[in-house]
């Protein structure tokens, strides 16, 4: 149990996937205008990301392992992916149309977001079983999360103090996520 927890704080604060590895950096910063849609896209994430990895996980270990497939694992690491986003793109659009239409573009993006197939990754790298695989792709995501929700705050508070011309629009944004990674670095010390 003490494992898991360790995995699950490093996974979402110490090795945050946006501020640390830099990964999932086209979404954090297209969606991050405004909160709620940041939060749509970050449950979308956290169930994608959570759900591929115990997919892919049990493919890994009782597919590609027993028949010595490894070199596929990236291939179908996607492949499962892409799988997974167009069942979320078909129930949001059946169940939540407004945040289907607010997420536009970036939901079927998922499917090319680094940070799913990362997690993927990362899991089969650090060796870890299925329940780790999961609990380090639902706690990678959860700091997916943290972090756009996080900086869809900030945005939304931006847009009404005054900024020097020449800051304004991406300029802003990329030092405000600059000035987050710098203050995710401070968790660091927890593990």
């Not at 690491?77 to 167009?86: D, G, W």
């Not at 299925?130 to 959860?142: C, H, R, S």
């Not at 800051?167 to 203050?183: D, E, S």
């Amino acid at each position: 149990m003490k494992e898991l927890l360790l995995i699950a704080v490093g996974s979402a604060l110490v090795n945050n996937v946006v501020l640390s590895q830099f990964l999932g950096i086209c979404p954090f910063l297209g969606v991050s205008k405004n909160v709620k849609t940041a939060a749509g896209m970050g449950g979308a994430v956290i169930f994608v990301i959570t759900i591929s990895s115990f997919v892919t996980g049990l493919i890994y270990k009782f597919i590609l392992v027993p028949l010595n497939f490894e070199y596929l694992q990236t291939i179908v690491f996607i492949l499962v992916i892409a799988a997974l986003v167009q069942f979320v793109e078909m129930f949001l659009k059946k169940a939540m149309p407004p945040l289907y239409e607010a997420l536009g573009v970036y939901l079927p993006l998922i499917t090319t977001n680094c940070a799913v197939l990362g997690v993927a990754l990362t899991n089969v790298q650090k060796s870890y079983g299925i329940a780790e695989g999961v609990v380090n792709g639902a706690a990678t995501a959860f700091g997916f999360l943290v972090a756009i929700v996080l900086m869809a705050g900030i945005r939304e508070k931006i847009e009404y103090n005054d900024i020097s011309e020449s800051f304004q629009g991406t300029p802003i944004v990329l030092v405000t996520a600059g000035l987050m990674a710098i203050a995710f670095f401070g968790f660091s010390g927890l593990i």
